[in-house]
């Protein structure tokens, strides 16, 4: 089998290194002469294409299985309920599929690396077995942080606001790089990521720590720099969610949010990243299911919006990739018009690839009848199928074969260099706020500790939570450890056997997980402060956490509980490596939030 890495580096090397202007990144761009006989073979593919084959080429649908032709007979029964088919396989042959799109889970696409590729070369037989065969372009939401999806096997690096916290373009690049590497290895080849989203909101409910930060510029930045990491491994990188959703208050899976900003705050809070992810050479750009009446008064979802799409993404900021829609089974996009029409208007404002539709064959016949009534004309339709085509050109799967190997899987996929690079990335991302006293690190004798807190379960793994592994990751320190996971929600009888716990211990670390004004987690941590046993507090997602919980004398960020991140966090209160984050968001103090706790950069180190 081929070496998939080298291929996608000589379809690289094809292309003319463009600079990326102010970002100081690289994209790559074709030379006019490539791309016109590029878009000449491309469009001669279209031209043997059906209509019906040229709209399955924009779905890009969910399915249940770890299998393409034989998943559990529990997974069939869902594919037949909900998609009519038994198969992903028979799914692409009904629909002429251009791609699908896998998540862990609910939908049970994912267990190992193995599997995955075993997974994909089913889907890939199939996806040439069409009368026009064209490869599937496979996608993924692997943001890392608190959304990946892909965990046993692969290597987990931190997320956007942990690498926000980092300040490395470098690290950043890496990070893209090695996860691009793998995804590429088992032919997922586009990965919806990175947010290009500015977390200006601190209740933010959908973003958050998703987000690189506050800042746009340097959200900008970083976003350009995974751009570059992604793209330079063989994977379609795609900046989300335009036209930026980092000021909402609401989650757009459950309603519309409305973005309030004037055109000169979207200029100078959301635009950046996006400016700057394309002229680092960004793929495709997702969507946003919100509306933004500074930039289309008529209110309309920007998903859907030919004034946003056309007038500002693709007119304004001159962006000719791909436009993907975010999940069309979201409440955001569905508020206004009913399932067959949200795929349709998408198209007419902009977009190119449909993703997750409710329910496929309504939005895939829905399509298909307003390109035979005229209301979406075969030009406007070869438009969208050329530029996804040149995605699947760029990435080698029109050039090559689409197959992967599991000798290059087991080979590259968390690998014991990506394992160590991203290791000492989330060391440089864990951010120290207090440290009263030099409370830490650690001194000699303080051997004995509680581990003790709301502990979530990890994002791809619930048999795994974060107080045991964080308890795990001091025993192999060296410290003797017991823990004691209370929740998010601790009630009156889980806080005293906390506090009993403490007692005789050198020292209490407590994790907490989105404190709000009346989280119960406050009243664990203030319990705990009066044992006078030394605490340390772990904010295992939001740095937010710690304007609700008083006088700590010691509180840490790690912006999400991966065990990349506990284990980073677990040496940097040993003192096995200093804390070099900085907040990449300012804290507002709870009670007072004109009032700024810790500005953006706040950070500290043990030398100060």
Not at 583 to 605: C, I, K, N, T, Y
């Amino acid at each position: 089998m081929q070496d998939r890495s080298l291929s996608r580096r000589t379809v690289l090397a094809s292309a003319t290194v463009v600079a990326a202007s102010a970002t100081g990144v690289v994209g790559v761009a074709a030379t006019p002469a490539v791309a016109h006989g590029r878009d000449h073979r491309l469009k001669r593919i279209i031209s043997r294409m059906s209509v019906e084959a040229k709209v399955g080429q924009l779905f890009v649908p969910y399915f249940y299985g770890t299998s393409a032709t034989s998943p559990s007979q529990f997974d069939q029964d869902r594919n037949l309920r909900e998609l009519g088919v038994r198969t992903v396989a028979e799914l692409i042959a009904k629909y002429h599929l251009g791609g699908v799109i896998y998540f862990h889970g609910w939908t049970n696409n994912i267990q190992d690396p193995r599997q995955i590729a075993d997974l994909t070369n089913g889907v890939q037989r199939a996806s040439l077995a069409l009368p026009t065969p064209v490869p599937s372009l496979i996608s993924i939401d692997q943001e890392h942080g608190v959304n990946v999806r892909i965990g046993s096997g692969a290597t987990q690096l931190p997320g956007a606001m942990a690498l926000g916290a980092g300040r490395s373009l470098s690290d950043a690049r890496t990070a893209g790089r090695i996860s691009g590497t793998e995804l590429a290895a088992l032919g997922i080849h586009q990965n919806f990521a990175p947010v290009a989203d500015v977390n200006v909101n601190p209740a933010n409910p959908i973003i958050n720590v998703r987000s690189f930060g506050a800042d746009a510029r340097e959200v900008g930045r970083m976003v350009a720099a995974q751009v570059t990491g992604y793209q330079h491994a063989g994977v379609v990188a795609c900046a989300k969610h335009f036209p930026g959703h980092g000021d909402t208050g609401q989650d757009s899976h459950t309603g519309l949010p409305v973005i309030t900003h004037t055109r000169e705050e979207w200029e100078r809070i959301d635009a950046p990243p996006f400016r700057a992810a394309i002229a680092a050479g960004v793929d495709s750009i997702m969507t946003a299911h919100l509306q933004v009446p500074a930039l289309d008064p008529s209110n309309e979802p920007a998903t859907l919006s030919p004034a946003i799409l056309q007038g500002v993404l693709r007119g304004e900021l001159g962006f000719d990739g791909v436009i993907v829609t975010d999940a069309l089974n979201m409440q955001g996009v569905r508020t206004k018009y009913g399932d067959d029409r949200v795929p349709v208007l998408a198209l007419k404002a902009g977009a190119d690839q449909l993703l997750f539709p409710p329910n496929i064959d309504v939005a895939y016949n829905g399509v298909l009848a307003a390109v035979r009534s005229g209301e979406i004309t075969e030009d406007r339709l070869d438009e969208s199928v050329l530029r996804i085509l040149r995605l699947k050109d760029k990435v080698g799967l029109l050039s090559g074969s689409p197959y992967v190997s599991r000798r290059e899987v087991d080979r590259v996929v968390g690998a014991r260099g990506h394992r160590r690079a991203a290791a000492r990335i989330a060391e440089r991302t864990t951010t120290l706020l207090v440290n009263e006293d030099e409370a830490l690190p650690l001194r000699h004798g303080q051997r004995k500790l509680l581990v003790v807190g709301a502990s979530p379960a990890f994002p791809t793994d619930d048999t795994r939570t974060t107080v045991p592994e964080l308890a795990k990751a001091f025993d192999e320190l060296g410290y003797s450890t017991t823990h004691l996971a209370t929740g998010r929600a601790p009630d009156a009888a889980k806080i005293e056997e906390a506090v009993a716990a403490a007692r005789g211990r050198d020292a209490v670390v407590v994790t907490t997980d989105n404190v709000g004004a009346t989280s119960a987690q406050r009243t664990l941590v203030s319990r705990l402060l009066a044992t006078g046993v030394p605490v340390v507090h772990l904010a295992v997602r939001n740095p937010y956490d710690i304007a609700h919980l008083g006088d700590v004398p010691a509180s840490l960020v790690s912006y999400c509980w991966t065990e990349v991140e506990l284990r980073a966090a677990a040496r940097v209160i040993a003192g096995r490596v200093e804390p070099r984050g900085k907040l990449p968001v300012p804290v507002q103090r709870a009670d007072d939030p004109a009032e700024v706790l810790f500005p953006s950069g706040h950070g500290l180190s043990y030398d100060d």
